[in-house]
Structures are given as structure tokens and as C-alpha cells.
């Protein structure tokens, strides 16, 4: 197997595993397997949210606010947080 061969199947397994977490969608996870970029941040439209921002929507989502209240209350998609929510149910 040729370095080449090596460097695609590793990024076919994050890809993977990036859709398992419900991170990526199928066709964004291909397209980091085929064009690879230096780092998950410089997909376009890829957001990076500061912790304090994750925790305080995980907090609203906990008191009984629904997923789009959480991300409208502290400025992100409804789909983050539901990212966010399975992330933390699979961590589990």
C-alpha cells in the first residue's frame, strides 16, 4: 500500500466517524476525504464556538428549552445544537 493509499483511507475513517457523530453530513465528510484541507476549521462554513457558548446551550437544552429556543437564546444554528446534544448522548 503506497503513502498516498495510507493518507486516503485514514481520512476515509475520520470522514466516518465524523458522520457517525452527526458532525458532518455525508457530502461535506466525501469532500474532506477527496480535497483534504489543512484542518477541520478551514472547511468552509464550519464554525468553531467557544465551550463556554456549547456548555451554556447544553444548560438551556437541560432546563426544558428546545433545541432552536437554546441556539436562538445563545446565537447559534439549531443544528449545532443538535450536534451538540448527540455528541454529549454518545459520549455517555
Known amino acids: 500500500m503506497s503513502g498516498d493509499d495510507t493518507a486516503i483511507q485514514a481520512r476515509a475513517e475520520a470522514a466516518r466517524q465524523l458522520i457517525a ?17 489543512a ?27 428546545s433545541q432552536a429556543q437554546a441556539g436562538a437564546a445563545v446565537g447559534v444554528p439549531r443544528t449545532t445544537i443538535q450536534t451538540w446534544v448527540r455528541q454529549r448522548r454518545v459520549a455517555a
Open 21 to 37: 457523530t452527526g458532525e458532518f453530513s455525508p457530502e461535506v465528510a466525501l469532500s474532506y476525504v477527496v480535497w483534504p484541507t
Open 39 to 65: 484542518s477541520l476549521a478551514d472547511i468552509p462554513g464550519r464554525m468553531e464556538h467557544d465551550a463556554s457558548i456549547r456548555q451554556r446551550a447544553l444548560e438551556l437544552v437541560d432546563a426544558g428549552l
